[in-house]
């Protein structure tokens, strides 16, 4: 059933997320970042809307051609090219794995090839850079709004395909979730893993491609506009780009493990998903290189060497304490964290046929710490990038206020989810572990 407070965030998102999109990007490109001053101009009465949109660039040939060959590469590198990277690269695993068991019971195959698709178009942008010359490396930021109307497109596209695809000619109808209302189905999904043959699967695509793998190409035309700008570029951007692209370079890595997280094991396939890749990711995730085009900084030394320190000591908390999950789950405690045995607690739970199953939810190392310390990690990494922009403007911290919230929502969700599933064992596992994400704090 919906609720009425998730009928009304789902409403305010399907109205307001494509506005602040856009409010965001105009504001760079007519406002010089400035989120203020787009709206004073209205309120006094010096523009009105149209004057902001008729000088928003439209959509252009050249545009939805980029666009068009993009995701199109990016399809065939992902359904047509199979892995080979994990033959040769050391503790990495890609080729066909397998991902959880859906509610349905199905345990669905996926050809991990993320980190080979993004070798290859990271090697083909450079090659292009620096011998070929068929575009500019500035061909992103200078098609970067008639860009945004093309991803908009796809995004909408999808999830009402999704959204029909549910209803009429699902993958698994029993893997199909009907609410009854028409705005939650579209906005959460309907199919928990819509495909189409054997190995095109939405959530996996839209979410690990076109734009995670853009992530870092996007940065990188910042980066040259920067130069063809202002005859050089500054630390400031090259530290987004490295502490980003470590981010992206991880989720590639780490790609398998991605298939047992909560937006592969239980989000279904919808507009928060379909649109959210398509639109919000690349456009929102990235507003750290554009303000730095508009207002470069170079940063002193000491700062620049504390920023990357902070972004560094995130990642690897971050990681470390994903690793720690994954080993632990792997050998199912049989283990060393910290050099010691990990300490745990035993749950139980029943399925819906009435199975009793049993687990261990582990309460040592990271885990010991917070209950999703992982996400304390992650947060530290995003405000290091916000931090490369400095203070003038409020515009680059969007970045780490909406990772605040995301990732706490997430851990409110994670724990009712693991309330209903464990009852009394959950309780006694936050006695053990009380804190979510800050030691002694919260």
């Keep these: 059933e919906v609720d009425w407070f998730s009928l009304a965030s789902i409403l305010f998102l399907l109205m307001f997320a494509p506005l602040i999109v856009y409010y965001f990007i105009m504001s760079c490109d007519q406002y010089q970042c400035s989120l203020i001053d787009p709206l004073i101009d209205l309120l006094m009465g010096n523009k009105h809307l149209s004057d902001i949109w008729n000088k928003t660039p439209m959509l252009t040939y050249k545009a939805a051609g980029i666009y068009t060959l993009w995701v199109a590469f990016q399809v065939v590198l992902y359904v047509f090219i199979p892995d080979f990277c994990h033959k040769f690269l050391p503790g990495y695993v890609g080729g066909v794995q397998e991902g959880a068991v859906t509610p349905a019971g199905i345990v669905n195959k996926y050809e991990i090839n993320g980190l080979q698709a993004w070798i290859i178009t990271h090697v083909l942008w450079f090659a292009n850079a620096y011998y070929f010359h068929f575009f500019s490396p500035t061909i992103i930021f200078d098609n970067w709004i008639p860009l945004l109307w093309c991803a908009n497109i796809l995004g909408y596209a999808v999830s009402t395909f999704a959204m029909i695809k549910g209803y009429f000619f699902p993958t698994n109808a029993k893997d199909c979730k009907f609410t009854g209302n028409f705005f939650y189905d579209y906005m959460m999904g309907i199919e928990f893993n819509p495909r189409i043959g054997k190995w095109f699967d939405f959530k996996l695509f839209f979410n690990g491609r076109p734009g995670i793998v853009a992530w870092t190409l996007i940065n ?189 929502h997430r851990c409110m969700r994670d724990e009712h989810r693991c309330f209903s599933k464990y009852g009394k064992d959950w309780k006694r596992y936050t006695a053990a572990v009380p804190y979510r994400l800050i030691p002694g704090i919260f």
Aim: proline share 2%; aromatic share 20%; with cysteine.
């Design 220 to 408: 990188l035309s910042y980066a040259a506009k920067q130069q063809e700008l202002y005859g050089q570029v500054t630390n400031s951007m090259i530290l987004v780009n490295v502490l980003q692209g470590i981010y992206v370079l991880d989720f590639f890595w780490n790609e398998a493990w991605y298939l047992k997280t909560i937006d592969i094991c239980h989000d279904h396939f919808g507009w928060y998903l379909g649109w959210g890749d398509c639109v919000w990711l690349p456009y929102l995730y990235t507003l750290q290189g554009l303000y730095l085009v508009y207002h470069p900084v170079q940063l002193c030394t000491a700062n620049a060497i504390g920023i990357l320190i902070l972004g560094l000591i995130g990642y690897y908390i971050f990681r470390m304490t994903n690793h720690q999950k994954d080993l632990f789950r792997r050998t199912n405690g049989n283990c060393k964290i910290w050099g010691k045995k990990p300490e745990y607690i035993e749950c139980s739970y029943m399925s819906v046929d009435g199975t009793k199953y049993h687990s261990k939810l582990m309460t040592s190392g990271f885990w010991g710490w917070a209950r999703h310390f992982n996400y304390t990690g992650d947060l530290m990494g995003s405000l290091a990038y916000c931090l490369t922009c400095g203070f003038e403007h409020v515009l680059p911290y969007f970045y780490i206020v909406y990772m605040t919230i995301l990732l706490t």
